[in-house]
């Protein structure tokens, strides 16, 4: 059964025994991790400045100002201040229980 770590409006972290691997997803990301990986993703996203990216950045294209690597050159997760603001929610909000399943939050998965 799939337990529920954290969930916010936009996203939510769980993780599935079978597989073992922490699944995270956030609008249209997903990921999927090994304990290990999640941990060091989660931890890079809490130590990100959005106030200073935002300044930084003030001059680009792109309308989302917060860029972060992810998988080389050429990819690039971009965010606003509220959008990083919610991640770091999503990794820091109490745990949930860990013995309710997945299914008691309404969640639909397809094997796609």
């Not at 969930?7 to 599935?16: A, D, S, Y």
């Not at 890079?44 to 080389?72: H, M, Q, V």
Request: charged letters at 20%.
């Amino acid at each position: 059964m799939i337990y529920l770590i954290s969930q916010t409006e936009n996203g939510q972290v769980f993780k599935c025994p079978t597989c073992k691997l922490i699944h995270f997803e956030y609008k249209n990301l997903n990921f999927n991790f090994t304990n290990k990986e999640y941990l060091f993703f989660k931890n890079y996203f809490l130590k990100i400045d959005g106030d200073y990216w935002e300044i930084t950045n003030a001059n680009s294209y792109y309308k989302r100002k917060i860029l972060i690597p992810a998988g080389g050159n050429n990819f690039n997760i971009l965010l606003n201040k509220k959008e990083l603001l919610e991640l770091k929610d999503l990794f820091t909000k109490p745990q949930i229980n860990h013995k309710t399943p997945l299914s008691m939050f309404n969640c639909n998965f397809s094997n796609n």
